[in-house]
């Protein structure tokens, strides 16, 4: 679910999406070629809300005021002190990416997941317009500085690569999360249609402690920002695994 910042004369009211039910697990274990597990622990990640492990809270984009001036503060707010980690481990606070330019910063699920290259190609295919609109492209994950080089040398993205090992801007953001999130049919079908095209999930990387202890049940999103820490120009927050967002009102926000 997308939301373009615009100013409004009032609040937009919160729409809220069930989550999809749970697809047959079989179709998932075939995809893998070697190990009929699931690819993830059923453990919860430890959050202040246990609860949306049982009962995942869907995607909102949800104004935090009447205005886009107030609902970009508030999600600057809650992003105050949210650390992510370059290639080099080098600590950067997140509203650094954009305080100074314009960027679109997409959040992963995991850096192991097919979905995730697929929309990382995506937008590497329209990386040359952002260039030529001062524009940066940048990726983050929840997961280890380790994960997110991986991550680099396989699918040689040529957009900047951050870890968030802690899923602070995950948790701040209010990306969803869950199992109902995570197995949906139309996830399935997604990675069918992926594997038919050549991509593969990394398992290696999926099962990596990072992802194995926090469940691999988060979900990601997309934001256009900047320049400065208040202007967040558009947010798309996925619903379930593979709700990519509508990549010309991802170019509309960031180069018209």
Known sequence: MAMLLLPT????????????AFPSTTLLRNLKHSNSTLPFSFQPKNRNFPSRFVLPV???????????AATSVGLANSLEGVEV???????????????????????????????????????????????????ALAIIG?????????????TK??????????????DALEFAYGVAT?????????????YIEGYRQDWGLSFERDTMTKGGW??????????GVCNILYIHKDKEAGDDPDIEDVMKACCS
């Open 9 to 20: 004369p009032a609040a937009t009211p919160i729409r809220l999406e069930k989550a999809s």
């Open 58 to 68: 869907p995607a909102v984009s949800d104004p935090l005021g009447n205005s886009t």
């Open 85 to 135: 980690f370059d290639l080099s481990g080098k600590a950067i606070p997140i509203v650094n990416l954009w305080r100074d330019r314009k960027a679109v910063v997409a959040f992963a699920r995991h850096f192991g997941c097919v979905l995730c290259r697929k929309r990382a190609d995506l937008l590497a295919s329209k990386q040359e317009l952002m260039d030529a609109s001062g524009v």
């Open 142 to 154: 929840p997961g280890s500085v380790d994960q997110a080089k991986a991550f680099s040398e396989q």
């Open 157 to 170: 993205f040529k957009g900047e690569i951050y870890a968030d090992p802690n899923h602070s801007s995950y």
């Open 182 to 194: 995570t197995f949906t049919p139309s996830a399935g079908i997604k990675i069918v249609q992926l």
């Open 218 to 227: 988060q979900q990601g999103g997309l934001v256009v920002a900047g320049p």
